[in-house]
């Protein structure tokens, strides 16, 4: 009964910082995530790197070259855009 006479303001008020809690938290798991995937993408593109300076032949060396700024680039404009969206 003592439950049922709390003012829904109160209530409500209680609700709204749960909310807010929760959507931290989940910002913060969401950024952590990206950064985890960023780093992973940038070793990617790094070992595609190394297949270029290691390769002998010409086209394979130009192909792993492209591959690798291609990566950079895809996943940067990605995380920015993911970035942008969790941090607003």
């Known amino acids: 009964m003592a439950e049922a006479s709390r003012d829904p303001e109160q209530v409500a008020a209680r609700i709204r910082e749960l909310n807010e809690q929760v959507l931290e938290v ?3 798991a969401g950024l952590d995530f990206l950064e ?3 780093e992973m993408l940038r070793n990617f593109a790094d070992y595609q790197d190394k297949v270029a300076d290691a390769s002998q032949v010409d086209w394979i060396t130009n192909m792993a070259r492209a591959q690798a700024n291609f990566t ?3 996943s940067g404009a990605y995380t920015k855009a993911l970035r942008d969206t969790l941090t607003r």
């Open 26 to 28: 989940g910002r913060k």
């Open 36 to 38: 985890a995937y960023e």
């Open 72 to 74: 950079r680039e895809v």
